[in-house]
């Protein structure tokens, strides 16, 4: 159990900026997630807390460790891959016992221990199998076992979870974030989808073509976006575009629109409201950002539903709401039905 | 599968089946030959025969170059495959897994061997050892080393074909993954890389046995009087008689090449590897 320090960490293939500068510090005991799009970096920051990859510029420490310079094998870090990663010709126990053994453990200590890690993922009864024996969530849990099992300083997750079907992720999610709970391991998770990112990470790190785009908790991150690229990237999002001076309270859009804020704290000419945020109703109230619009399409999710409308202006929100809501309000989900938008000042989010 | 009845789809059934039948009977045909000329009593190589007799197999016994040219032949073939997997393994993981300049060309200069014709690397080896013998004064010609010498250049491109294929299949993550969890260089080559190449080591090991027993074009030039191997005692016997005991000779070594592959077969499944 350690804290990490990322400083100043820079890596370049070439033309390429993989990782820009990169600053950060893990706190112990912290689920960690760095999420961003493909070829934005996170993969390659990993590598290189891993060892595997030979940073440039920068430094990393491990708790008071500085591990700028230590090879992979000399680490202590507990790796857990998107495809698994198992030795094919050992058996659960001594996939498990891999990192002990190279530990020069003692036979007595090193049952113990594979026995301890494998009931913690419930594999205890499977230790005689082959990987190929076994299915991809089991193979994924096997290899958790084999991580923890070193007792290592921090844990590193690559993606882990992609490679298992829809049903088995979520599975698989929950475990390991009770694991992580449980065993209070300082964990960095790399991931590109951001539910999975919100329901197990504590804090998250988007990044975006080797930059750190803005580092908060899942509530941070949605209801504060730092700028267009987080807010598009976690959660839906309606955009306009207009402008707003300093202090002002009213956002003007280019469309013609006018939208109550908050006083604005710098001038800025973009504004998001989120889906979730929109309430829907069948007359006009005298709340201030009301419109009157038309629904454009609308698409039926099971529980939710999602409408776009469509204002007279031309902009047009979307807006997730049940269909239960739908339904108390007797209000209508048919294309071309008229009804009205709103949402509170505080829900429209300048940046 | 229900299968089609117009006429055309029962000639085309019929064509494919004839092909293949006339194909394997082709590969097989020299095989079964030669077991059928070691069995019959001509006293010369030739047709038709005669009777049938076991003597030739008796004959081979009494030929003292066979015996020692057996003996040698299995030495040479055991040396130059222990030799040559000792140095194409570690040339082939190095040949996969790091990038440099050249890496191509070097390739290419390993698969040489097979490109080159045999008797002109013969020749040349004999050549070199000569003058090796000549600087030094260490007989080389006719040696078991000088043999294994030049038997190692022929089993080098078979090994980094199967070795280089069955690496290139092995992905990088599980030797990342064995030294994440503490195994250093060395341990994951001998803990993850070498057990899951396993399939190719022994298929080139047995490539080159085979390759190295069957030899002829270089141990001819490499052999010294009363230093034969098997083929070049068979051809040394051809020059002066032609009868069935050079086929009753080749089916004894086809038998012991099948029985070593049959014997392998049962610890590694031979079919997957090559």
Redesign the interface.
């Known amino acids: 159990m350690a804290t990490v320090t990322i400083e100043n960490l820079r890596k370049v293939y070439g033309d390429f900026v993989a990782v820009d500068n990169m600053s950060l510090e893990v706190k112990d005991g912290e689920f960690l997630i760095l999420l961003g799009p493909s070829g934005c970096g996170k993969t390659t920051t990993l590598r290189m807390l891993?060892?595997?990859v030979e940073q440039n510029n920068g430094r990393l420490a491990i708790g008071d460790r500085d591990v700028t310079a230590e090879?992979?094998?000399?680490?202590?870090?507990?790796?857990v891959?998107q495809?698994y990663?198992?030795?094919?010709?050992l058996t659960i126990f001594e996939n498990v016992a891999?990192?002990l053994r190279?530990?020069k453990l003692p036979e007595d200590e090193i049952k113990l221990r594979v026995r301890e890690a494998l009931e913690l993922v419930r594999l205890g009864h499977l230790e005689d199998r082959y990987p190929k024996q076994m299915s991809g969530g089991q193979q994924q849990r096997v290899?958790i076992a084999?991580?923890i099992a070193?007792r290592p300083d921090i844990l590193l997750l690559d993606e882990p979870l992609s490679n298992l079907d829809a049903k088995l992720r979520l599975q698989v999610r929950d475990e390991l974030r009770a694991l992580q709970k449980k065993l209070n391991i300082t964990t960095i998770m790399v991931t590109h989808d951001q539910d999975e990112a919100m329901y197990v990470g504590d804090r998250l790190v988007v990044m975006q073509e080797g930059k750190i785009q803005q580092i908060g908790t899942p509530v941070e991150l949605y209801n504060n976006p730092a700028n267009r690229f987080v807010a598009s990237f976690i959660g839906r999002t309606n955009f306009v575009e207009g402008e707003i001076a300093k202090g002002e309270t009213f956002f003007k859009a280019k469309s013609g629109m006018v939208i109550a804020t908050t006083p604005a704290a710098r001038g800025a000419n973009e504004l998001v409201v989120r889906p979730e945020m929109i309430e829907l109703s069948a007359q006009k109230t005298v709340e201030a950002n009301c419109f009157e619009a038309e629904i454009t399409s609308s698409v039926f999710l099971g529980g939710n539903i999602e409408i776009v409308a469509t204002l007279p202006t031309g902009d047009a929100f979307t807006v997730i709401t049940t269909v239960k809501h739908l339904k108390d309000r007797g209000l209508p989900a048919e294309t071309g039905s008229r009804l009205v938008l709103s949402f509170s000042p505080e829900s429209a989010v300048l940046m | 599968m229900v299968q089609g009845k117009t006429f055309a789809e029962r000639l085309g059934r019929f064509s494919v089946g004839l092909i293949n039948t006339v194909g394997l009977g082709i590969c097989v045909l020299p095989l079964i030959l030669i077991l059928w000329l070691s069995v019959i009593s001509n006293s010369v190589l030739s047709l038709p025969a005669e009777g049938y007799t076991l003597n030739w197999f008796a004959e081979v016994r009494r030929q003292p170059q066979f015996i020692g040219g057996f003996y040698l032949s299995t030495m040479v073939a055991v040396g130059a495959t222990i030799i040559g997997m000792a140095v194409t393994i570690p040339a082939a993981i190095v040949l996969v897994r790091k990038r440099f300049i050249g890496r191509t060309a070097i390739m290419q200069l390993l698969m040489s061997p097979l490109i080159v014709p045999a008797i002109v690397i013969g020749a040349s080896l004999y050549m070199t050892l000569v003058e090796l013998e000549v600087r030094t004064g260490i007989p080389a010609t006719g040696s078991l080393t000088g043999f294994i010498a030049g038997h190692v250049l022929l089993t080098i491109p078979w090994c980094i074909r199967l070795l280089t294929a069955n690496l290139a299949g092995l992905d990088e993550i599980v030797e990342e993954a064995a030294a994440s969890l503490g195994a250093s260089p060395l341990a994951v080559i001998t803990k993850v890389t070498l057990p899951l190449i396993r399939p190719g080591i022994v298929a080139a090991a047995i490539f080159s046995f085979v390759v190295s027993f069957g030899n002829l074009e270089v141990s001819m030039f490499l052999s010294t009087p009363g230093q034969l191997t098997l083929p070049v005692a068979i051809l040394q016997y051809l020059q002066w008689k032609i009868d069935p005991t050079i086929a009753a000779a080749s089916v004894m070594q086809v038998a012991i090449i099948g029985l070593a592959l049959v014997i392998t077969n049962r610890f590694v499944n031979l079919s997957k590897m090559v």
């Open positions: 891993a060892g595997f090879p992979p094998y000399r680490r202590n870090i507990g790796l891959f495809n990663a198992l030795f094919p010709h891999f990192g190279r530990r290899a084999r991580a070193i």
